[in-house]
């Protein structure tokens, strides 16, 4: 083992203990988390700031200046949310709990690409970095489920119940200190993982088409509308987050691929499907605006809703020309990391000028 490897190894320990002892705080010092909503306010920000550290420490060059922007940004976010007025509606502060995860993944893509943000390459690396954490972490998560059921299960034979104990203690911080973990996993088999992206995406990329295209189909049989159902409007918003991410993760993981006879059509054919979902879901929050009025979970919904729509129209004309204009499919892979600062954008708007935008709704 050379010593650059010893001290990824360290610094992997180090920034897992770190991240261990930031989420044992509550415990540490005797409060009660929940009332506090320490965790929905703090949790996320440890473990990014964990990985964010990692990633920066173990660079090929240490930048003194990327480390202390780093912490900053860590310090000024997390001042700022546990600061909020607690009279802030309810509402609001829910979407800021969602969207702050989102916020300090953009920001954390950008310590990944070393702060280089004028190379539309590395985004896409960090594209594919987030796909192969997807699918490893869940691999190991399932891993980690079956390992907790046999360790619980084991010491329910001796009638000890450890359940409460080994959840709080163990499970909640192998949780937020397995990014870490999957990313060194990453950099150190990268063999292995960069056949993931592709294998995942040549069997569900299909598969996310018939079941869509059957979803749609069923739904004007049945005639069930997301225009009067809230909560079937928000099962497909998340449809469309998931879908979108699918395709984003198989252009990035195929476009380098040799063989690419079919891929370009099954993707495009997702595109277009996924739009039609989109128009669907869009007309029906513009009829709920429209009928109810203006709240911050429309506004919120109707922002991400219009972000998805651009960003697959500007990704199903790409594909459109790589299929029938013979062009490469880099150059979706190029549209969507010059599309990804929008994403930043509208986060940025969601926790820092929501609370204040709504403040009295």
């Not at 969602?98 to 590395?122: A, E």
């Not at 993931?196 to 049945?222: D, G, H, R, W």
């Not at 998931?242 to 063989?259: N, P």
Request: glycine share 4%; hydrophobic share 55%; aromatic share 12%.
């Amino acid at each position: 083992m050379d010593t650059t490897e010893k001290r990824k190894i360290f610094l992997l320990t180090g920034m897992s203990v770190l991240v261990a002892a930031l989420i044992r705080i509550p415990q540490i010092f005797g409060f009660d988390a929940g009332v506090s909503f320490f965790y929905e306010k703090n949790a996320v920000l440890f473990v990014f700031l964990g990985i964010a550290l990692y990633v920066i420490l173990t660079a090929k060059t240490l930048r003194k200046s990327h480390l202390v922007a780093t912490l900053v940004f860590f310090a000024i976010c997390t001042a700022y949310i546990n600061l909020l007025p607690k009279n802030i509606n309810k509402d609001v502060m829910q979407l800021v709990y969602l969207h702050l995860p989102l916020l300090l993944w953009c920001f954390y893509g950008l310590v990944y690409i070393g702060f280089d943000t004028k190379d539309t390459g590395k985004r896409m690396a960090y594209i594919q970095y987030n796909g192969k954490i997807a699918v490893l972490g869940a691999v190991l998560m399932i891993a980690g489920m079956i390992l907790s059921a046999v360790t619980i299960g084991l010491f329910s034979a001796i009638d000890l119940k450890i359940e409460e104990f080994y959840m709080e203690y163990i499970a909640m911080t192998g949780v937020a200190i397995a990014p870490i973990a999957v990313t060194y996993i990453i950099e150190k088999y990268p063999r292995i993982t960069h056949k993931i992206i592709p294998l995942v995406a040549n069997i569900f990329t299909p598969l996310v088409t018939i079941i869509q295209v059957v979803f749609l189909t069923v739904m004007l049989v049945t005639g069930k509308s997301p225009f009067d159902d809230r909560e079937f409007l928000m099962l497909i918003n998340v449809l469309l987050a998931v879908v979108t991410a699918l395709v984003v993760f198989s252009i990035t993981g195929t476009a380098s691929e040799k063989k690419q006879r079919y891929t370009p059509v099954v993707l495009l054919l997702l595109t277009a499907v996924t739009l039609i979902t989109n128009v669907v879901a869009l007309s029906a929050i513009i009829y709920r605006l429209g009928e109810f009025g203006l709240t911050p979970n429309r506004t919120a919904v109707l922002g991400v809703n219009l972000l998805i729509f651009v960003h697959l129209a500007l990704m199903a004309i790409d594909l459109f020309r790589t299929v029938f204009g013979k062009r490469e499919l880099q150059r979706v892979e190029r549209t969507t990391a010059r599309y990804l600062p929008v994403y930043a954008l509208w986060t940025i708007i969601v926790v820092f000028l929501f609370p204040w935008i709504f403040a009295t709704s």
